[in-house]
């Protein structure tokens, strides 16, 4: 892969000419997939390589890819058995697979989402519906007004799609109970307020930034006790669950109500591919109910009662195909190589100078120059560069350079060759 990881500025440019009006007539296909192929391949991210680090963005399993195109060419609609048994049975036997991974309780259903965003939003809707029948109070038929509160607690350093989740179910991002966290970003166990069967607390497997994971054995023994829901954030760290070396990270996570997690981040699916877990399959049902003359359920399983969607493509077959790759080993492999390689990543560049602010705990590095305006700067000219690509974010008010490891293409040699880049990128503000 000798191409740019951003595209030129050329690339960029062209992108004008799809600045045209809406076509009175039908048009010819060829010539409608060349100006894709021409235009559109030189504008893409090339995130299938090996050195792209940007956002959490997966590279992609080809067996995965190749399922992709097969699953296209079917265009199955998914929300029922009828409308797709092939869906129906791959979705059963995934969420079997994914329990087993994960060791989550049996009775754990899963939804097949778009991604992590929305499996968020799903869990939270159980948690709300759960709580508030326990209260008495039906949240469909009656809705928010005059309803009894529900406490969310979170840490600090929550994802912004918790936040999302938040506002958009009613709860209130000014109503959060934020609690403070460590270094790394992890929740501090013991400035957890007092929970209660009121309270949905929200942890994480994975900061967005440093990676790290919470405490989940003790934080979800003392919320079991409270009869609290906890929901954990696992959009790429859950599936550290799969690593003989950092497993450890993700113990106690069985303890918790609901999960979310992402196959197109750590586990390399393509995209859109996100799931929602919950121990309770009762209340993610009646949270996400939808009915319809015309909608009429079975016995096998239908897709629709655990998503908030109805028509949805069926994004379990790329699922489905990446698990039966990789199988535990495969995970086991790619999960431990995406930390080495981000170690290798950290230790390359404390040796050329550059700060490394957080613990490698899975697949995130935190850098920083020597000071604010020096990494600014040189964060710009590694996207300049193009050899490979970072965004920026902050860690306690320090402005750093932010890497995610997780593309399985990611090599040894696309370290070294991306350190390299960090060194001359620094260089060229110092001349
Ligand atoms: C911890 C965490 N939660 C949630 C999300 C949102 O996931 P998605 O982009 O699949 O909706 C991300 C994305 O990076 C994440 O890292």
Same mark, same amino acid.
């Given at each position: ?16 000419? &799809? ?11 060829? $010539? ?19 050195? =792209? ?27 029922? =058995? ?5 869906? *129906? ?22 939804? &097949?989402?778009?991604?992590? *965003? ?45 936040? $999302? ?77 799969? *690593? ?20 197109? @981040? ?12 919950? @121990? ?16 009429? =359920? ?25 698990? @039966? ?17 981000? =170690? ?48 920026? *974010? ?25 350190? @390299?880049? &960090? ?9």
């Amino acid at each position: 892969m000798g191409r740019n990881v951003f595209p030129t500025n050329e690339a960029l440019d062209n992108l004008k000419v &799809f600045e045209e009006v809406l076509p009175d007539n039908m048009g010819n296909s060829t $010539k409608i997939l060349e100006q894709l192929y021409n235009y559109g391949s030189p504008a893409t991210i090339s995130q299938i390589g090996g050195r =792209y680090f940007g956002l959490v963005n997966g590279g992609i399993i080809p067996t995965a890819l190749a399922a992709k195109w097969l699953n296209d060419f079917w265009d199955q609609n998914t929300p029922l =058995y009828v409308t797709s048994p092939i869906t *129906s049975k791959i979705e059963t036997i995934v969420e079997g697979w994914l329990k087993e991974l994960f060791h989550l309780p049996v009775s754990t259903a899963a939804g &097949f989402v778009s991604g992590t *965003s929305s499996a968020i939003l799903c869990g939270l809707a159980a948690a709300r519906f759960r709580i508030y029948q326990r209260l008495n109070w039906d949240i469909n038929a009656k809705g928010l007004i005059n309803a009894p509160r529900i406490r969310i607690v979170a840490g600090k350093h929550a994802h912004g799609t918790v936040l $999302k989740a938040v506002a958009l179910l009613g709860f209130g991002k000014d109503n959060i109970e934020w609690v403070d966290v460590d270094s790394q970003g992890r929740i501090i166990p013991d400035q957890i307020p007092d929970l209660d069967e009121k309270t949905i607390l929200i942890l994480q497997a994975g900061n967005v930034n440093s990676g790290s994971f919470d405490y989940f054995n003790e934080i979800c023994e003392k919320a079991n006790k409270a009869n609290a829901w906890v929901h954990i954030d696992g959009a790429f760290g859950l599936w550290v669950a799969g *690593s003989d070396k950092l497993k450890h990270l993700t113990s106690g996570i069985e303890k918790a109500n609901s999960w979310s997690v992402d196959g197109h @981040k750590t586990l390399n699916t393509p995209y859109d591919c996100g799931i929602v877990l919950c @121990k309770d399959r009762d209340a993610l049902v009646s949270a996400l109910q939808a009915t319809g003359a015309y909608i009429v =359920y079975g016995e096998n399983r239908d897709g629709m009662l655990y998503t908030a969607e109805i028509s949805r493509r069926a994004r379990a077959i790329e699922l489905w195909a990446t698990l @039966k790759y990789l199988g535990k080993q495969g995970i086991n492999e790619l999960v431990n190589g995406l930390h080495d390689r981000a =170690y290798q990543f950290a230790e390359e560049l404390t040796k050329n100078g550059f700060k490394v602010l957080n613990e490698v705990a899975f697949n995130q590095v935190l850098v920083a120059c020597e000071n604010d305006e020096e990494t600014e700067n040189t964060l710009k000219n590694i996207q300049e560069l193009r050899d490979c690509w970072c965004g920026g *974010s902050t860690w306690f008010d320090q402005k750093v350079i932010r890497i995610s490891v997780c593309s399985w293409a990611t090599t040894a040699d696309d370290i070294t060759t991306s350190v @390299k880049s &960090f060194v001359k990128a620094r260089n060229m503000i110092q001349k």
